[in-house]
Structure formats: structure tokens, C-alpha cells
């Protein structure tokens, strides 16, 4: 994976302070990607495949529900909702 140039700037300037990773891919792949790219620290949880379990992944809507459940924010409260 290519180191991206600006990234960090570009995160740091969206809207939302809350950033989530969330993948289909196992958690640890996805972290040691973001500390590749340096940008791990911004975000304050990475939740793939062992936190969805056997049984949930992208694109089905209770994947997304499982989330926004764990993370403690409403549907209606989440962007774009």
C-alpha cells in the first residue's frame, strides 16, 4: 500500500471528531495498515472481523446496526443517516 500523501491533514479536517474504522477484514490487517499509513492514532476504534463473529459482515444492515449499537450513537444520529 502506498504511503498517501496528505492524509492525515485530510482526516484531521473532516467534520466528525468520532472516526471509526469499520472492515470486513480482521482487525489487526486494518490497524497495522493504518499505522503504515500513520494515521492510526485518529481513530478511536477498528472493528472488522472478529467483532462481527461468524455470522455479520458489509453490506447487510444489521452489520451497520451492530456498530452504531457497540458505539453507543443512534441511527437517526449517524452521517450521512
Known amino acids: 500500500i502506498p504511503q498517501v500523501p496528505n492524509l492525515r ?3 484531521e479536517s473532516l467534520p466528525t471528531k468520532r472516526k471509526v474504522i ?3 477484514a480482521p482487525e489487526e ?3 497495522e495498515i493504518l499505522e ?3 494515521v492510526a492514532d485518529l481513530f478511536e476504534a477498528v472493528l472488522g472481523s472478529y467483532f462481527m463473529g461468524d455470522t455479520l ?3 447487510e444492515i444489521a452489520a451497520f ?3 452504531l449499537t457497540h458505539l453507543g450513537i443512534k441511527q437517526s444520529d449517524s452521517y450521512p443517516n
Open 9 to 11: 491533514l485530510f482526516l
Open 22 to 24: 469499520f472492515t470486513n
Open 29 to 31: 490487517s486494518a490497524r
Open 36 to 38: 503504515w499509513l500513520g
Open 57 to 59: 459482515c458489509k453490506p
Open 65 to 67: 446496526n451492530k456498530v
